[in-house]
């Protein structure tokens, strides 16, 4: 199992973080407490099994440790940030600053393709220039998120969110099979029978009369304009209904 440590310290001579052999969860922390903590450990432990690292703690284990040496019990907003690498599961945790209110505007990347059959989609690794290339693009752009397009012209994720859509009275997200990473808000809305898995192109984003962005940290995260195909309201309904769901769980 892995060993959990508060101490971030590794030595880059041996660490396999040199190679991004390495996982890591973002996990919202509200009240002191870490949300949904479950599924990113079933996440964690999924990709800990394809990339053979030892697997984590249970859930009931890492919230002792969290208690025991008081790490994030005192922000009533943050981050609690693991890493899975060398054998260790490092935790530490940081407050998180209220999203700006500005609108989010949307668009699709134009420099990077994300490819349907590469199986490190599904876990967030250490490998992370792909999105990070993403969320720059997106700031170069003045735009908030560009989501991947695979190899087939089909639509993906953001750097840093999952896409959703509504279209006709029913909301869709690209399905893991299409590149998909299967992020934790993501799932709890397909589970809550919300939401449903579809192939998105983008020009399908034209006739949706909703679109957001999710993630754990940041929930739901209305899209106002999007790139091409003009504004969209904020105020959904289906956007109330998913973030009451979310909060729910």
Same mark, same amino acid.
């Given at each position: 199992?892995? #060993? ?10 041996? !660490? &396999? ?16 407490? $870490? ?13 800990? &099994? +394809? ?33 899975? %690498?060398?054998?260790?599961? +490092? ?17 699709? !990347? ?60 029913? %909301? ?15 799932? %709890? ?6 939401? #449903?898995? &579809?192939?998105?192109?983008? #020009?399908?984003? &034209?006739?949706?009369?909703?679109? +957001? ?8 995260? $209305?899209? !106002?304009?999007? #790139? ?22």
């Amino acid at each position: 199992m892995l #060993e959990l440590s508060l101490d971030t310290t590794v030595d880059i001579t041996t !660490s &396999a973080i040199r190679h991004g052999a390495g996982l890591f969860e973002t996990i919202r922390i509200q009240g002191g407490m $870490p949300c949904h903590l479950e599924l990113h450990l079933e996440r964690l432990a999924s990709g800990c &099994a +394809f990339l053979g690292l030892e697997a984590p703690p249970k859930a009931s284990q890492v919230r002792d440790f969290l208690l025991v040496h008081g790490v994030g019990i005192d922000l009533d907003y943050g981050a609690l940030r693991l890493v899975a %690498v060398d054998g260790k599961l +490092f935790l530490f945790a940081n407050y998180l600053p209220p999203r700006s209110p500005h609108p989010v505007t949307l668009g699709h !990347s134009q420099g990077t393709i994300r490819f349907s059959g590469n199986p490190l989609n599904r876990f967030k690794t250490l490998s992370y220039l792909e999105n990070h290339r993403l969320a720059k693009e997106a700031h170069e752009r003045g735009l908030f998120e560009v989501i991947a397009l695979n190899e087939r012209n089909a639509l993906t994720d953001g750097g840093r969110t999952s896409l959703f859509a509504s279209i006709s009275g029913q %909301v869709f997200t690209p399905p893991v099979s299409d590149g998909a990473l299967p992020g934790i808000a993501r799932r %709890v809305l397909l589970e809550g029978g919300w939401a #449903e898995e &579809a192939t998105l192109r983008w #020009e399908d984003l &034209a006739r949706a009369d909703g679109v +957001f962005l999710a993630n754990a940290l940041r929930g739901i995260i $209305p899209v !106002s304009e999007i #790139e091409g195909h003009g504004t969209r309201i904020p105020e959904h309904p289906f956007l109330i209904k998913a973030a009451q769901l979310l909060e729910e769980k």
